[in-house]
């Protein structure tokens, strides 16, 4: 019974730092960047660099969400991997592969080692990583 509730837990807080962190991302990208486009160039810069150490930190949390939560829920689904065979093994290995390459992306990003000359494509980038790995989990979900 209690391990149930664990599992149900698991998952929800998955799910939870999955839209937190995509949302967040497409917020940004859609909405806060566009909007933002009417103000002088150095408010707008100040607007922007709050909203990112603001979201940096939500965005980690979220980050350290998907890796614990994630990490057990592979653990318990490891005898349906096993089930699925070869396939079932490769998509859960790319899923967390392109996990692993977005959480890299987002890491440089904070510590300064990328800062692209145009953000867009970076995040369209990070924004296509995550609708990849939301794909693939949405395929393993099924099987």
């Known amino acids: 019974m ?11 807080l998955h799910i939870v730092s999955a839209i937190v962190a995509v949302g967040g991302l497409a ?6 960047t566009p909007a933002v486009r009417v103000l002088d160039d150095s408010f707008r810069a ?8 603001r979201f940096r930190r939500v ?6 969400g998907l ?6 829920n592979w653990v318990r689904a490891a005898e349906a991997y096993k089930v ?5 093994n490769a998509l859960i290995g790319t899923k967390v592969l392109l996990a692993m390459v977005l959480f890299s992306i987002v890491a440089a990003e904070s510590v300064g080692w990328l ?15 995550a609708a990849a790995v939301i794909l693939l989990g949405s395929i393993l979900r099924k099987m």
């Open 2 to 12: 209690w391990r149930d509730v664990l599992d149900i837990a698991m998952r929800y």
């Open 27 to 32: 917020f940004a990208a859609f909405c806060l």
């Open 46 to 53: 100040s607007v922007m660099k709050l909203v990112q150490l």
């Open 59 to 64: 965005v980690w949390v979220a980050i350290f």
């Open 67 to 72: 890796i614990v939560t994630g990490t057990y």
């Open 84 to 88: 699925m065979g070869a396939k079932g």
């Open 115 to 129: 800062s692209p000359k145009k953000p867009g494509v970076l995040t369209s980038v990070k924004l296509l990583l």
